[in-house]
C-alpha cells in the first residue's frame, strides 16, 4: 500500500502536521472524519433581516471594481442578480479572485447583509453554485498550521488515488444484509455529504463497521480464551485454603464468598483467568485478592499486586504482611523508590522462587523483573493502567491467570466493550455494620457550616481530607487550590490542629511520609488533591470536605467518599459548590456506586469514569459507545455470528481482523 507522502499535495512539512494530528497512514488520512458539519440554507433575501448573515445564489451582473489599500489590503465590489432581486457585493483581500469574476458567472455568497444600502459584506465567495439547497461543509480538528480547507484537500486527494485500497472491515453478506454502501462511496460521502439524509446513511454504515471489527476482537479473545488450555493447570488444596479464611478477624460477606469460588474455580481451570473483580469503595476486594494470592500460592505458584501508586502498594503490602503474620509465605514490596540494593536483592528472590508474593507499582513490570514461576497477577484499580501496561504484566509469567480490580463500578454498555473479553465477579454487598455516609451539598456562603461540622468532628479527635481541584494559584481559573485552603483552615481552626497538605506534584517519598503521617493520626487535617482518590485507608478519618465540587465527576466523587466510613464512627460528606447543584444532590441521596457511575455516564460520557490515561482504548474514530448503543448491540451480535461462522474460516478479511488482534 502507498504512504501518505504519496498522496498528491502532501510534502514534508504538512506531513509532519498530519503526523502530528495522529496520521500516519493514507488510511488515517481517509477516516479523519469531520467532527461536526456546518449546514448552509439559503436565505430569501426579502425576509432577511439587517445584519443577518446569509447565503446567497446568484449570477453576476458587473464587472468587478478592485480596489487597493495601504498595507496589500483589497476591496472588490460587484453587483449580483439573484432569485430575490439585485444586490451588491463587496469582498475584501480576495483580489486573486478578480479573474474568475466574469459578468454572467454563478457563484455563492456568503456574508451579512446591509438592509440600507442593499450590499451583502461577503465573508466567502463560492465559485460554483450548488444545485441543492443546503450546501453541508464538513469541520476537522484541525491543527496549527493546517487548516480545514488543507485536510480537506488532502481527504480528498488520497480519496482519489487511494480509495479502492481502503479496507473495509464489514463482510460482503453483512454488507448486503444492511444494503450498505461500500466504503470508499462511503467514505466519499462522509468527507463530501451531498444530503443530510446520505450523510446520516453513511454515518451509520461507518460507526457499525467500526463497531463490527472491535466486538469482532472481543468476541474472538472471549473465544479463544475459553477454548485454550493455555492456563495453569492446578489443584487447590480446599482445606488449607479454608483454614487461612478462618483466620481472617471477620465474616465475609456472601459476595466475597461468591467471588472466592469463582476465582478459585478459574484458577483450577484449564482455561487461563481472565477476570475482572467490580465492587464498590470498601465493599471488600482487597481480602477476595488476599485470598486468591493465598489459593495460588497454596498450588506452588508466585503471585504479583499491582497498584498504580506506590501510597496504595504500601497500604496493600502492610495490610498483607498482617494477614500472613503466622504463615511461613515471604511478600516483598517493588516500588520506584525501592533503593536499587534492595531492589537487585528482590529481583533475585523473585527469580529464585523464595519470595512468593510481590507487590508493587509499574516497577514489577519494568524489563529487569523475571519470575521463577508467576501463577497469578493481580492489578488494582485497573482502570489507571493502559492496555499495554496490562499486557505487559500477563507477559510476564508462563500464562498467569490475571484478576483485575476495579471499584469505579461499569455501566453496563462499558462492560460489554472494554472488559467485553472478560468475566466479571461483582461485590454488591457492603460488610456488615457500615454505616452510610451523610453527604450534604453547601454552597460558599455556608462554609461556615461546614466548617462547625468539620470542628466538632475535630474534638472528637476524628480526623479530615479536604479536597481542592488545584494545586496551585493558576492565572486562567479561580477554582479552589491547596495552598489557600491551607491558609483558610490554619485561620479557622488556628494552631489548635496539625493541617498538612499532599498532591500530585509532590514526589513519592514526600508523598508517602505525609500520608503516613495522617495514618498514624499526627496530622489531623490532610488537605489534598484527587492523589488520595483511590485506594487509601484510615479508619479514623470521618469527614470528606470536598471544595468547588462541581468540577468532579460523581463518580469521582463517590471515590472520595469512600475514603472515610471505614471505621466505627458515623461519617460525613460535605460538597461545597455554588454551581451544578442539581447534579451534586444526587450524591445526597445515593449511595451506590453503580447507580452512580450510570448517572455519571448519562452526564458526563465516559471521559470521567477512566481517566484521560485510558482514554486511548476507547477511542472510536466515529462510533460513540453511548448514543450508538443500539448499533453497538447489532454489531456485537453480527460479528459473534460471523466469528462462530465456519464456512467463512478461510475469508481474508476474518483472517485480517484475527491477524490484527495479536498484532495490537
Ligand atoms: P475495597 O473494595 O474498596 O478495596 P477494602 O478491601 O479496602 O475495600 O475493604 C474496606 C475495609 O473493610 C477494610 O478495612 C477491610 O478490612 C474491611 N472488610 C472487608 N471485608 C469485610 C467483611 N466481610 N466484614 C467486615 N469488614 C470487612
Ligand atoms: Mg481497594
Redesign the pocket.
Known amino acids: 500500500m502507498a504512504e501518505l507522502k504519496d498522496v498528491k499535495g502532501i510534502g514534508p512539512k504538512s506531513l509532519a502536521l498530519l503526523n502530528k494530528i495522529n496520521i500516519n497512514t493514507i488510511e488515517d488520512l481517509v477516516t479523519h472524519y469531520p467532527f461536526r458539519y456546518e449546514f448552509l440554507k439559503r436565505s430569501d433575501l426579502s425576509k432577511a433581516e439587517d445584519k443577518e448573515k446569509v447565503i446567497i445564489d446568484g449570477r453576476i451582473e458587473s464587472v468587478p471594481i478592485l480596489m487597493r489599500f495601504k498595507a496589500g489590503l483589497n476591496k472588490m465590489n460587484f453587483r449580483l442578480v439573484t432569485p430575490s432581486g439585485v444586490v451588491g457585493v463587496s469582498i475584501f483581500n480576495r483580489a486573486f479572485l478578480k479573474s474568475h469574476l466574469t459578468v454572467g458567472t454563478g457563484v455563492t455568497v456568503i456574508g451579512k447583509i446591509d438592509k440600507q444600502k442593499n450590499v451583502i459584506t461577503a465573508s466567502d465567495i463560492k465559485l460554483e453554485t450548488l444545485s441543492n439547497k443546503v450546501k453541508i461543509e464538513p469541520v476537522y480538528h484541525a491543527t496549527s498550521g493546517l487548516t480545514n480547507k488543507n485536510l480537506s484537500t488532502y481527504i480528498n486527494m488520497g480519496l482519489l488515488m487511494y480509495g479502492r485500497e481502503i479496507p473495509d472491515y464489514i463482510p460482503k453478506e453483512y454488507l448486503e444484509r444492511y444494503k450498505f454502501s461500500n466504503k470508499k462511496t462511503s467514505l466519499n460521502l462522509i468527507h463530501n455529504p451531498s444530503t443530510e439524509e446520505k450523510l446520516k446513511e453513511v454515518t451509520t454504515r461507518l460507526k457499525y463497521e467500526e463497531l463490527f471489527a472491535f466486538m469482532f476482537k472481543i468476541n474472538y479473545l472471549k473465544v479463544q480464551n475459553k477454548k485454550k488450555n493455555n492456563g495453569l493447570k492446578r489443584d487447590i488444596d480446599k482445606d488449607k485454603l479454608n483454614k487461612f479464611i478462618e483466620n481472617i478477624p471477620f465474616k465475609l460477606t456472601n459476595d466475597q464468598v461468591k467471588a472466592v469460588d469463582e476465582i478459585v474455580k478459574d484458577l483450577e481451570a484449564t482455561h487461563r483467568m481472565n477476570r475482572l473483580l467490580q465492587g464498590d469503595?470498601?465493599s471488600g476486594?482487597?481480602i477476595v485478592s488476599f485470598i486468591a494470592m493465598v489459593a495460588n500460592y497454596i498450588s506452588g505458584y508466585q503471585s504479583a499486586l499491582m497498584a498504580p501508586t506506590e501510597i496504595?502498594a504500601t497500604q496493600?503490602y502492610n495490610n498483607l504482611c498482617k494477614f500472613l503474620k503466622k504463615s511461613k509465605i515471604k511478600v516483598e514490596l517493588l516500588t520506584g523508590s525501592t533503593p536499587k540494593k534492595e531492589k537487585t536483592r528482590i529481583y533475585e528472590q523473585l527469580k529464585s522462587g523464595e519470595t512468593s508474593i510481590v507487590v508493587g507499582t509499574h516497577a514489577l513490570i519494568q524489563d529487569e523483573v523475571e519470575y521463577n514461576n508467576l501463577g497469578l497477577v493481580i492489578t488494582?484499580?485497573q482502570h489507571r493502567f493502559g492496555v499495554h501496561q496490562r499486557a505487559n504484566l500477563q507477559n510476564k509469567g508462563i500464562k498467569p491467570d490475571v484478576l483485575y480490580?476495579s471499584?469505579t463500578p461499569i455501566p453496563r454498555t462499558y462492560a460489554l466493550t472494554i472488559f467485553g473479553d472478560m468475566d466479571v465477579s461483582t461485590i454488591k454487598e457492603k460488610p456488615l455494620g457500615r454505616q452510610k455516609i451523610d453527604t450534604y451539598v453547601k454552597k460558599n456562603s455556608e462554609i461556615k457550616d461546614a466548617l462547625q461540622m468539620m470542628y466538632e468532628e475535630l474534638q472528637n479527635k476524628h480526623q479530615i481530607y479536604v479536597i481542592a481541584p488545584l494545586i496551585e494559584e493558576s492565572d486562567n481559573s479561580d477554582m479552589t487550590n491547596v495552598y489557600k485552603l491551607k491558609d483558610q483552615m490554619k485561620l479557622a481552626f488556628k494552631d489548635k490542629y496539625k493541617i498538612d497538605i499532599v498532591h500530585g506534584k509532590m514526589a513519592g517519598a514526600a508523598k508517602d511520609a505525609i500520608m503516613n503521617k495522617f495514618k498514624d493520626g499526627k496530622v489531623d487535617i490532610l488537605i489534598s488533591t484527587t492523589v488520595i482518590e483511590?485506594?487509601v485507608?484510615v479508619p479514623n478519618a470521618t469527614t470528606m470536605v470536598i471544595f468547588d465540587a462541581d468540577r468532579f465527576g460523581l463518580s469521582t466523587l463517590h471515590q472520595l467518599r469512600g475514603r472515610v466510613g471505614r471505621g466505627e464512627a458515623k461519617s460525613k460528606c460535605i460538597l461545597i459548590s455554588d454551581s451544578d447543584t442539581e447534579r451534586l444532590k444526587i450524591m445526597e441521596t445515593v449511595d451506590d456506586g453503580f447507580e452512580i457511575s450510570e448517572e455519571d455516564f448519562k452526564l458526563r460520557g465516559h471521559g470521567d469514569l477512566f481517566g484521560t490515561k485510558q482514554s486511548g482504548d476507547m477511542a472510536f474514530k466515529i462510533a460513540n459507545v453511548r448514543s450508538d448503543y443500539k448499533i453497538l448491540l447489532q454489531a456485537k451480535k453480527d460479528s459473534k455470528e460471523y466469528l462462530l461462522n465456519k464456512d467463512t474460516d478461510k475469508d481474508e478479511l476474518k483472517l485480517k481482523l484475527i491477524n490484527s488482534i495479536t498484532k495490537g
Do not use: F, N
Open positions: 469503595v470498601g476486594k482487597t496504595l496493600h488494582d484499580e480490580m471499584a483511590v485506594g485507608d
